[in-house]
T-cell receptor
Framework: AQSVTQLGSHVSVSEGALVLLRCNYSSSVPPYLFWYVQYPNQGLQLLLKYTSAATLVKGINGFEAEFKKSETSFHLTKPSAHMSDAAEYFCAVRKNSGGSNYKLTFGKGTLLTVNP | EPEVTQTPSHQVTQMGQEVILRCVPISNHLYFYWYRQILGQKVEFLVSFYNNEISEKSEIFDDQFSVERPDGSNFTLKIRSTKLEDSAMYFC??????????????FGPGTRLTVT
């Protein structure tokens, strides 16, 4: 079975500071990994994804994440936080094998607040 | 930009009643999904649907639940005899073809179901 753990349900940073949101995964096979963002009263929007290509993945809005197999991690970073980054962030995993097992398994989410 | 839409945004129902949550996936997508998020908990997979049949379902998706694609555009989740613990945010998602390496699930804004 696959799972993800997001460390820290709430992260608070100052505007302009580094954003680091942590995600560790558990999977018996190499996974595909995703970060989604949810702004208030909106759906889940894909920020970036890892699909076995480059281990450093760049996404929208200046976010990036690095797949580290040795650490089973896929942490999300952004060099400089902006007020508009305040949202809830979800890490998710799915199998990269064939078949019908395309469901996403999500972490509990991390609420990011950005202070002026 | 095409998007997944869901109606209603908020549904209040009494325990024991039946509810139907509606979703309009992106028009050329082939796979459809329902997820739910109970307040304070993880987003959980419920069911995936392809070619007019369920392709995968979770343990949560028991006989109380059913899905249907009644026409070429809508995708519905029916919950029979609702219970208090069915109160959650329900997300619909769709994807073009999960087997492609550029696979992505697009999420709707969610329907908040409150069972009283």
């Amino acid at each position: 079975a696959q799972s993800v753990t997001q460390l820290g349900s709430h992260v608070s940073v100052s505007e302009g500071a580094l954003v680091l949101l942590r995600c560790n995964y558990s999977s018996s096979v190499p996974p595909y990994l995703f970060w989604y963002v949810q702004y208030p009263n909106q759906g889940l929007q894909l920020l970036l994804k890892y699909t076995s290509a480059a281990t450093l993945v760049k996404g929208i809005n200046g976010f990036e994440a690095e797949f580290k197999k040795s650490e089973t991690s896929f942490h999300l970073t952004k060099p400089s936080a902006h007020m508009s980054d305040a949202a809830e962030y979800f890490c998710a995993v799915r199998k990269n094998s064939g078949g019908s097992n395309y469901k996403l398994t999500f972490g509990k989410g991390t609420l990011l607040t950005v202070n002026p | 930009e095409p998007e997944v839409t869901q109606t209603p945004s908020h549904q209040v129902t009494q325990m024991g009643q039946e509810v139907i949550l509606r979703c309009v996936p992106i028009s050329n997508h082939l796979y459809f999904y329902w997820y739910r998020q109970i307040l304070g908990q993880k987003v959980e997979f419920l069911v995936s649907f392809y070619n007019n049949e369920i392709s995968e379902k979770s343990e949560i998706f028991d006989d109380q639940f059913s899905v249907e694609r009644p026409d070429g555009s809508n995708f519905t989740l029916k919950i029979r005899s609702t219970k208090l613990e069915d109160s959650a945010m329900y997300f619909c998602a769709s994807s073009l073809n999960p087997g492609q390496i550029t696979y992505e699930q697009y999420f709707g804004p969610g329907t908040r179901l409150t069972v009283t």
